[in-house]
């Protein structure tokens, strides 16, 4: 019976300040923290956005080949995995918050450079100085936005960085389509260079942002974390119980309540690579695997070929006139960024797993459509304008299914499953596989377009996206309504549902 009492109270979560099971009212100040850090998210969309179009009118104007173009397009995700690699361990050092400063500090020098490009390396340069600040971003909006959320939501505003990187495609495709008409040498360098204001207006408002709870525990600054979780959480009893387990997660006894306390080991990576990778516990194991897995296919399924390529895809579709090109993908950007405000409502109503279970299958069927109407019509000759509209109407479908659960969930899911004493390096990693996966699609796909069709390319994208589909399905729990330090409990068993039902089980019996 006393055993039955405290698994009962370990039990306890957050679920128990919310008997009514209905929407909670949002945590405003949560919400605007949680805007403010997801901002940095914007210098990665407006890259990828404003880059699709900038392209065009860089290779006419530095005369370069195909080639030069894959590895000016793609190169910025390799280089972004510096930045990726460092912010794990600049953020246990500086704190989340000075980490979000850096990432847009050295965006804006990227942004610069590359807006006053003379040639082909200079403009290499600039990306290389891009890529770094976007890396940093990457790694650190979400896993902040995680750490300052209540878990009620926590998936709604760790959605955010997501939100923000389609809002900051829809913006470069919007920039292309506005400095398409200016001479050709002026034209894309304005493209470019524009990306540096963002970077400003995240640089202010920063300013207004409280360091993350967690973070400042861990450096043993309990009572500067008591303010943020009291103005943070939906109630005062969430706030005490929050704060109750990031202490026992990072060793500091219930009972301590000193402003300041010396904490004996502090997150600073030490030992973390390790217990991740040489001796995980079946948790963790399935934790990496977990995070790892969904970057790979997040990336695999070819979104960035669809962004990045898309004036290139429609033009293959039978679209000729630049313009033309250019607003088709506006709709694009536009299709994405309604997507997403409508998956930011739904993940914390419908949960992680049916939304992207139902997101990869769409991304699936879309994909296979989208690739059958551009190997139709590349085989004709003459255009087919029911394959074309065809071809259109399936990549909105494929950016739209994938922006309503694929896209945000990614980010969502791998920055809350890691346990915090993991979560900076484990969020870091899938990063790096995030930006890796899409680095080789956006530098091959030409290639590979050329080598075995574009309609080829999109059915082996088609094909991958399936096996993200099986992977999803039996290695993803539901992580839904718990909080941070309760997730560890939820892996370890290679069957998402077979915990679940084992769990069920146990009950039943006591």
């Known amino acids: 019976m006393a055993a039955e009492g405290i698994a009962g109270t370990q039990q306890k979560s957050l679920e128990d300040f919310d008997p009514e099971k209905k929407p909670i009212k949002r945590n405003?100040?949560?919400?605007?923290?949680?805007?403010?850090?997801?901002?940095?998210?914007?210098l990665l969309g407006y890259d990828v956005g404003v880059m699709s179009g900038a392209v065009i009118y860089i290779k006419r104007d530095?005369?370069?080949?195909?080639?030069?173009?894959?590895?000016?397009?793609?190169?910025?995700?390799?280089?972004?995995?510096?930045?990726?690699?460092?912010?794990?361990?600049?953020?246990?050092?500086?704190?989340?918050?000075?980490?979000?400063?850096?990432?847009g500090a050295i965006f804006f020098t990227g942004a610069i450079l590359m807006g006053f490009s003379p040639n082909y390396p200079f403009l290499m340069f600039g990306r290389f100085?891009?890529?770094?600040?976007?890396?940093?971003?990457?790694?650190?909006?979400?896993?902040?936005?995680?750490?300052?959320a209540p878990a009620s939501s926590r998936g709604f505003l760790t959605s955010f960085p997501e939100v923000f990187i389609?809002?900051?495609?829809?913006?470069?495709?919007?920039?292309?389509?506005?400095?398409?008409?200016?001479?050709?040498?002026?034209?894309?360098?304005?493209?470019l260079g524009i990306g540096a204001v963002p970077s400003v207006i995240l640089a202010v408002g920063v300013l207004g942002m409280p360091e993350s709870p967690r973070w400042l525990i861990i450096r043993g600054r309990i009572a500067d974390a008591c303010n943020v979780l009291n103005r943070t959480s939906d109630t005062p009893q969430e706030a005490q119980l929050r704060l109750a387990e990031i202490k026992a997660a990072a060793g500091i006894p219930e009972s301590c309540n000193d402003d300041v306390v010396h904490v004996s080991k502090k997150s600073d990576g030490g030992g973390v690579w390790k217990e991740l990778f040489v001796y995980p516990t079946p948790a963790v194991r399935h934790i990496v695997m977990a995070a790892l897995g969904i970057h790979f296919f997040q990336q695999a399924s070819g979104i960035d070929a669809v962004v990045l390529y898309g004036p290139t895809i429609f033009e293959k579709a039978g679209i000729d006139s630049d313009t033309e090109k250019l607003l088709a993908t506006v709709a694009v950007g536009f299709t994405k960024t309604?997507?997403?405000?409508?998956?930011t409502f739904l993940l914390d109503r419908v949960g992680r797993r049916p939304l992207l279970l139902t997101s990869s299958g769409g991304m699936v069927i879309s994909l296979f459509t989208l690739a059958t109407s551009l190997t139709i019509d590349d085989r004709s000759n003459k255009k087919q304008m029911w394959a074309?509209?065809?071809?259109?109407?399936?990549?909105?479908?494929?950016?739209?299914?994938?922006?309503?659960?694929?896209?945000?969930?990614?980010?969502?899911?791998?920055?809350?499953?890691?346990?915090?004493?993991?979560?900076?390096?484990?969020s870091a990693m899938g990063v790096v596989v995030n930006r890796v996966t899409s680095g080789v699609i956006s530098m091959t796909f030409l290639s590979l377009s050329k080598g075995i069709?574009?309609?080829?390319?999109?059915?082996?994208?088609?094909?991958?996206?399936t096996l993200g589909w099986i992977f999803f399905y039996t290695m993803l729990p539901e992580?839904?309504?718990?909080?941070?330090?309760?997730?560890?409990?939820?892996?370890?068993?290679?069957?998402?549902?077979?915990?679940?039902?084992?769990?069920?089980q146990i009950q039943l019996a006591d």
């Open 28 to 42: 405003k100040y949560a919400f605007a923290c949680a805007i403010l850090a997801s901002m940095t998210s914007i």
């Open 62 to 103: 530095l005369k370069i080949s195909d080639v030069q173009i894959e590895i000016l397009m793609g190169i910025i995700n390799l280089y972004s995995l510096i930045g990726s690699c460092l912010a794990g361990r600049t953020s246990d050092w500086l704190g989340r918050r000075y980490t979000i400063v850096l990432a």
């Open 129 to 148: 100085v891009a890529g770094i600040g976007i890396g940093y971003a990457l790694m650190i909006a979400p896993v902040y936005a995680a750490e300052v």
């Open 166 to 191: 389609n809002g900051g495609i829809l913006l470069g495709y919007i920039s292309n389509y506005a400095f398409s008409k200016l001479p050709l040498h002026l034209g894309w360098r304005l493209m």
């Open 338 to 343: 309604v997507f997403i405000l409508v998956a």
């Open 388 to 426: 074309v509209g065809l071809s259109i109407a399936s990549a909105l479908s494929y950016v739209a299914v994938f922006s309503i659960g694929a896209g945000p969930i990614a980010w969502v899911y791998s920055s809350e499953i890691f346990p915090l004493r993991l979560r900076a390096q484990g």
């Open 453 to 465: 069709t574009i309609g080829g390319a999109f059915f082996l994208f088609a094909a991958l996206a």
């Open 479 to 504: 992580t839904q309504g718990k909080t941070l330090e309760e997730m560890e409990g939820s892996f370890g068993q290679f069957c998402s549902k077979s915990k679940h039902n084992h769990s069920a």
